[in-house]
């Protein structure tokens, strides 16, 4: 797993990755590119495809000194697709252009992208950025996919691999090393910079929780127990009524976990996915453990590593909230990382769905507590 990507291998991954979301969105039903109900964890698809050419654009083809120039290729891409500038809910009700002219915006972006990278036109952090930005949608769009129930391009992972035998793995306490360091091929601002923080010893589990582990707590009625949650857990349940994670049901044949559009029986070996930071917590109360911080996962992803379980399996919880390393500054996009500090849960690893590209002991994601629609699960620690 590397971000240190010469400009061959560059230009293989802006393809791609191009090639990754054309194909999520080639089986998109058309009642659905034009018109997806409203839902505040999803984009519409219709914006979120020229929204990723947007970006591509505006970071590697128009910044200027003092600001950026006009599209080349879009007179109205400002106005429809700046996520900084554009609400959230206003997005579902944009005269947007069609599907021919956003896949020709798309193409014309990637086109005259890898030509700026020969040419050298521009600082090549910004080709990275607008990459992974792109691989971050196509995992989104597969959460979207999920969410409304729709069928899974042929040849994508529906669900992630076993989680494989472990038990946990311990840290004896002491000094460890968290965050990228300023030599790395490349660096999200949230991720600056390198440096020690002191641990008391700990332990954590070598994989993922699985299914077969939360299908224990689930049927111990876990989900009524409420001596288990915590107080905004309890409101979460009494919002959401759930008694199961969010995919689940309880079939003819037994528990069954939906993948997209079809429902399958529950893998009892797969890590338990699509559930919350509250039950997540719940889990690890009834079993005596814990979510580990921060600092205590990207320590054991560093120090164990194969023995610390493959990333790409389901994004993790940790107990830790989103927030600033000391001395933090956003880099030229700054509405990455810093307008979702303090609201938002500290989430680490990668899921079957994340590009390998991306993955990093030092990358921090990050989601409101509540969401149980991405592909996300936990491991649990204790302290020693």
Not at 68 to 83: G, K, T
Not at 154 to 163: D, E, K, N, V, Y
Not at 176 to 190: H, K, P, Q, W
Request: hydrophobic content about 40%.
């Amino acid at each position: 797993m590397s971000r240190d990507l010469s400009k061959t291998e560059l230009h293989a991954a802006l393809d791609d990755s191009r090639a990754h979301l054309l194909a999520l969105y080639a089986g998109l039903p058309p009642e659905l590119w034009q018109a997806v109900p409203y839902l505040k964890i999803i984009n519409p698809p219709r914006w979120e495809i020229g929204h990723v050419a947007w970006f591509a654009e505006r970071w590697c083809l128009r910044r200027q000194d003092g600001g950026f120039a006009p599209s080349r290729f879009l007179a109205d891409a400002d106005r429809w697709y700046d996520s900084g500038n554009v609400p959230h809910a206003t997005r579902w009700t944009l005269d947007l252009p069609d599907l021919a002219t956003t896949r020709a915006y798309l193409a014309a972006v990637l086109d005259a992208t890898h030509a700026a990278l020969d040419a050298g036109a521009a600082d090549a952090y910004f080709f990275r950025l607008a990459l992974y930005h792109e691989d971050m949608h196509c995992e989104a769009l597969q959460y979207t996919l999920q969410t409304l129930a729709q069928p899974l391009p042929a040849g994508l992972p529906a669900g992630p691999p076993p989680a494989g035998i472990g038990s946990e793995l311990q840290f004896e306490g002491g000094e460890t090393e968290v965050g990228s360091r300023r030599d790395a091929a490349f660096v999200f601002d949230n991720e600056k910079w390198a440096h020690g923080v002191t641990l008391a010893p700990f332990a954590i589990d070598a994989r993922p929780v699985s299914n077969a582990e939360f299908l224990a707590f689930v049927e111990d009625g876990g989900y009524a127990r409420t001596e288990w949650w915590s107080e905004a857990g309890r409101r979460w349940l009494a919002e959401t009524g759930h008694r199961a994670p969010r995919q689940w049901r309880r079939g003819e044949h037994g528990w069954e976990r939906r993948a997209y559009d079809a429902w399958l029986p529950l893998a009892p070996d797969e890590p338990v996915l699509h559930v919350s930071a509250f039950e997540a917590e719940a889990w690890c109360r009834r079993a005596g453990r814990r979510l580990p911080t921060e600092a205590e996962w990207e320590c054991a992803a560093r120090r164990f590593g194969d023995a610390f379980s493959p990333w790409g399996h389901v994004w993790q919880w940790t107990a830790s909230p989103f927030e600033p390393y000391e001395g933090f500054a956003p880099d030229a996009y700054a509405d990455y990382s810093q307008p979702w500090f303090h609201t938002h849960r500290a989430v680490r690893g990668g899921s079957f769905a994340t590009p390998a590209r991306l993955l990093d002991p030092a990358f921090r994601n990050f989601y409101e507590p509540q969401r149980d629609d991405i592909f996300v699960g936990f491991r649990s620690a204790r302290d020693l």
